[in-house]
């Protein structure tokens, strides 16, 4: 890929993104930049496993065809493994992230739109793409 593509796909998430916020603002009927400022959230009291529990509640209640397609999480080996090849130590939320769940069967979104790759694929896509960017 060259740098243009790059810049062309980095435009596109961005705008991505900055759509699904205004929808989901919507959609529970606030605007995100109603000129009042919000109070900060509450600070978090539950670990990340303990959220991702919930959040797997969550998408059984909401998506169950997506539980199904999730892949089983990984071992402290795969783990290790991992960093290895990344060559750097993964963020203890992540490693959490990706002991819940390796990713989604090929093909299968988290939520509409939204990717969640094996960590062995997202480790492969980021050095392809570093590779990239240098050339």
Avoid: C
């Amino acid at each position: 890929m060259r740098k243009e593509s790059l810049i062309g796909l980095a435009i596109l998430t961005i705008a991505g993104i900055i759509y699904s916020i205004f929808i989901y603002f919507s959609s529970v009927g606030k605007a995100p930049f109603s000129g009042h400022p919000r109070s900060m959230p509450p600070v978090v009291d539950e670990t990340m496993d303990e959220l991702l529990r919930s959040l797997e509640i969550e998408i059984e209640r909401h998506f169950p065809e997506v539980i199904q397609s999730l892949e089983p999480g990984i071992t402290a080996e795969e783990l290790e493994k991992a960093e290895a090849a990344l060559g750097q130590t993964i963020h203890p939320e992540m490693q959490a992230l990706y002991r819940w769940h390796n990713g989604l069967a090929n093909g299968e979104e988290l939520f509409p739109g939204h990717s969640f790759w094996s960590l062995e694929n997202a480790i492969r896509t980021n050095q392809e793409l570093a590779v990239q960017y240098r050339e």
